[in-house]
């Protein structure tokens, strides 16, 4: 499923922190992954380098 157009851009900001707030459901998990794996594949990142948490077993389950 592609991104909206906000979740496109909490994905490719750069050099700034960002806050993702939104409802249960709307896909905020998904942003998450989907930018950190796009930090480590296109913007050299570690992965070590990332402290990531969550306060559910599905969000946790879905980061794997």
Known sequence: M???KEQQAANDARG???LVSA???SGKTRILVSRMDSLIK????DMHAFLVLTFT???GQEMK
């Open 16 to 18: 700034k922190t960002i």
């Open 42 to 45: 296109n913007d050299g990142y």
């Open 2 to 4: 592609p991104f909206n």
């Open 23 to 25: 409802p249960a459901g």
């Open 57 to 59: 077993d599905a969000a």
